[in-house]
């Protein structure tokens, strides 16, 4: 898979290059990433990417010009149908699991990462397939934004994670968050890892963690319980957690 991010400031990609998921990736030739500055194509000698905007107001925009040559020096190169060029905007769609199973299946995502104030909406309107947000709060710049998006749809590529399960246990892959995780020590201050992680009995092993993740889904994120239809096996074990989370909360009252 190909990611091209257009962005003022290609310095901040290079940490992803080199390191974790998605620099193993690269490494291994399952995804590509470039960027292109659009600095690069302007024709003034201070290499200007913005003006003020019409109508005044506080701040200033991307102008069109940079980004659209930007965005072309891709097109003459190599783009078709499984190609789509995203713009990180608060007005966006918020990126979930679905979104990114949706846009995993393109061959060519192109990242436009805005600074100042955003850009000109006349780009927007010509050029942008789809905006994405990454929740309702605002960042100095797209940059991170793409960042996590590069990271989110490269874990979904054929090999890029070392198991292949890592994926299918991921929070939010099937509607649920991840269910709790450890490791050694067996005991650390007195507390200890729970006996049905260190039975050896694969099936109680497997009902624990969905009864965790059922569980801790009802807990922290409530609302992705109201959009899944649960199984009857998934019905009593959320109700075996919330009598199990009732007493703890008793144990601990003064």
Not at 52 to 64: A, D
């Amino acid at each position: 898979m190909r990611f091209t991010a257009i962005t003022l400031f290609p310095e901040m990609f290079d940490a992803t290059k080199q390191y974790g998921v998605v620099g193993r990736a690269i490494k291994d030739k399952r995804i590509t990433l470039d960027c292109i500055n659009p600095r690069d194509f302007t024709k003034d000698k201070h290499r200007s990417v913005d003006d003020r905007p019409y109508g005044g107001g506080p701040g200033m925009l991307m102008t069109i010009e940079p980004l659209t040559a930007s965005l072309k020096s891709i097109v003459d190169v190599n783009i078709d149908e499984r190609s789509k060029v995203i713009y990180l905007s608060p007005q966006g769609r918020k990126l979930d699991q679905n979104l990114v199973k949706e846009l995993s299946q393109q061959q060519h995502l192109i990242l436009i990462s805005g600074r100042y104030e955003g850009v000109d909406q006349r780009f927007i309107d010509e050029s942008v397939d789809i905006e994405i947000s990454l929740g309702d709060f605002v960042l100095s710049g797209g940059e991170i934004a793409s960042l996590a998006v590069i990271d989110t749809i490269a874990r979904q590529i054929d090999g890029v994670l070392g198991h292949s399960e890592s994926v299918i246990e991921d929070s939010f892959e099937d509607g649920l968050l991840d269910h709790p995780h450890y490791t050694r020590p067996e005991v650390y201050k007195n507390k200890k890892v729970p006996a049905v992680l260190l039975s050896g009995n694969h099936k109680e092993i497997e009902r624990w963690r969905l009864k965790q993740r059922l569980g801790i889904t009802w807990q922290k994120r409530p609302d992705l319980l109201m959009n899944k239809k649960l199984t009857n096996e998934e019905k009593l074990l959320l109700e075996e957690y919330k009598k199990e989370f009732k007493n703890i909360k008793k144990s601990f009252r003064i």
